[in-house]
């Protein structure tokens, strides 16, 4: 149980355009989803936190009009890069909560490697 | 401001010793800490939570240990195999759902 899954898993994409990441919780719902980013051998960063029904809480210095995030299921989450830049290319992690679950694990995605030219 | 640290060089031990991982926080007080393992590519797995009024946490070959005097964790796998090389992170609750993670140690067992 508790399986997340990310579509697509590598993207490559030219300068300018935008690119939708999907992030799924497979066999639980999740009412809180979380959006990662991570440069290599460096830690996860979190971008932002997506929420169900209502608008995602970014963090200082990620920018909400870049990183378009909409939580409109409580299955699915996804974040839009738009006009991405070779500076957006790292790794992307989504994370989301099991609703039912009484501790506070957050089960992650397999990531979607971005590169843009 | 918040901080977790994790050794940041590469561990590296023979197979069958056991692997010890630190992680030092300063500037918290998590309700819990969790530790997951992540292998290149590929995103973090969950392994261990252990809560702030828990001393100890095992499962099979893993055990964590939380020291809030301290400020201190440490991950241990016994009898360790090829097959536990990977990443290890460290994770913080900081409240609101929110957590925050360390830079990860990698270890390396060799046959």
């Known amino acids: 149980g508790a399986v997340v899954s990310q579509h697509p898993s590598r993207v490559i994409c030219k300068s300018g355009t935008s690119v939708k990441i999907e992030c799924r919780s497979l066999d639980f719902q999740a009412t809180t989803m979380f959006w990662y980013r991570q440069f290599p051998k460096q830690s996860l960063m979190l971008m932002a936190t997506s929420n169900e029904g209502s608008k995602a809480t970014y963090e200082q210095g990620v920018e909400k009009d870049k990183f378009l995030i909409n939580h409109a299921s409580l299955t699915l989450s996804t974040l839009t890069v738009t006009s991405a830049h070779p500076e957006d290319s790292s790794f992307y992690i989504c994370?989301?909560?099991?609703?039912?679950?009484?501790?506070?694990?957050?089960?992650f995605g397999p990531g979607t490697r971005l590169l843009v030219l | 401001s918040q901080k977790i640290e994790q050794n940041s060089e590469a561990l590296n031990i023979q197979e069958g010793k056991t692997a010890t991982l630190t992680c030092n926080y300063t500037n918290y007080s998590p309700a819990y800490l969790q530790w997951y393992r992540q292998d290149p590519g590929r995103g973090p797995v969950f392994l261990l939570l252990?809560?702030?009024?828990?001393k100890e946490k095992r499962k099979e070959r893993l055990k964590v240990t939380f020291d809030t005097t301290l400020k201190q964790s440490l991950f241990h796998i016994t009898a360790s195999q090829p097959a536990d090389s990977a990443t290890y992170l460290c994770?913080?609750?900081?409240?609101?759902?929110?957590?925050?993670f360390g830079a990860g140690t990698r270890l390396f067992v060799k046959a």
């Open positions: 252990i809560r702030e009024n828990e």
């Open positions: 994370s989301a909560r099991d609703n039912r679950a009484v501790q506070e694990t957050q089960y």
């Open positions: 994770a913080l609750d900081t409240g609101g759902f929110k957590t925050i």
